[in-house]
T-cell receptor
Framework: DTEVTQTPKHLVMGMTNKKSLKCEQH?????MYWYKQKAKKPPELMFV???????INESVPSRFSPECPNSSLLNLHLHALQPEDSALYLC???????????FGQGTRLTVV | GQQLNQSPQSMFIQEGEDVSMNCTSS?????WLWYKQDPGEGPVLLIA?????ELTSNGRLTAQFGITRKDSFLNISASIPSDVGIYFC?????????????FGKGTKLSVKP
């Protein structure tokens, strides 16, 4: 089972709203990631969690706040976003040494 | 930083034709990954390559890890309409943690029935 589940699939939020994106995997992977993908562009890394600890933050603005409650769950809390933050947000996971990452289906976020 | 140059940028082919696309870098990669992405969906892993010279197949797909470690190609044989999508090569940058991937810009494949 190579499934990473993301909710919601679509989200529209205002610039003053607070919302959260959720990601879950049950493959026993100990590394989880958030990627951002703009239209017609490749995914770009935002955050990496390894063994539930934040190991990489690719200079992401503080209006994006990741959280890893346990080894199966990953959240991305959103607050005071801008319209340019509208994108497809992808969650992924991988095993300890393998670099092959498995992606969820993404959350299409629109900021109005 | 390390970059992956993927070509062609787009392809328009007839159903049944074979397809070839490649990915090159000025730097050495120890792993090459090929993903396919459908519109509005997440990338799906097609093939993973870990050894220079490795040739791996997945159904009608075949990928090879270049001997120089600086390139990889993906072939699709006897294309069908469901092969439509964007194909990305990806790999971990030198010194990156597991799963910290950089992606090529993608090859958009269109298949005419």
């Amino acid at each position: 089972d190579t499934e990473v589940t993301q909710t919601p699939k679509h989200l529209v939020m205002g610039m003053t709203n607070k919302k959260s994106l959720k990601c879950e995997q049950h493959m026993g992977h100990r590394a989880m990631y958030w990627y951002k993908q703009k239209a017609k562009k490749p995914p770009e890394l935002m955050f990496v969690y390894s063994y539930e600890k934040l190991s990489i933050n690719e200079s992401v603005p503080s209006r994006f706040s990741p959280e890893c409650p346990n080894s199966s769950l990953l959240n991305l809390h959103l607050h005071a976003l801008q319209p340019e933050d509208s994108a497809l947000y992808l969650c992924a996971s991988s095993t300890r040494r393998d670099t092959e990452a498995f992606f969820g289906q993404g959350t299409r976020l629109t900021v109005v | 930083g390390q970059q992956l140059n993927q070509s062609p940028q787009s392809m328009f082919i007839q159903e049944g034709e074979d397809v070839s696309m490649n990915c090159t870098s000025s730097s050495i990669f120890n792993t090459w990954l090929w993903y396919k992405q459908d519109p509005g969906e997440g990338p799906v892993l097609l093939i993973a390559l870990y050894k220079a010279g490795e040739l791996t197949s997945n159904g009608r797909l075949t990928a090879q890890f270049g001997i120089t470690r600086k390139d990889s190609f993906l072939n699709i044989s006897a294309s069908i309409p469901s092969d439509v999508g964007i194909y990305f090569c990806a790999g971990p940058p030198r010194g990156g943690s597991q799963g910290n991937l950089i992606f090529g810009k993608g090859t958009k494949l269109s298949v005419k029935p």
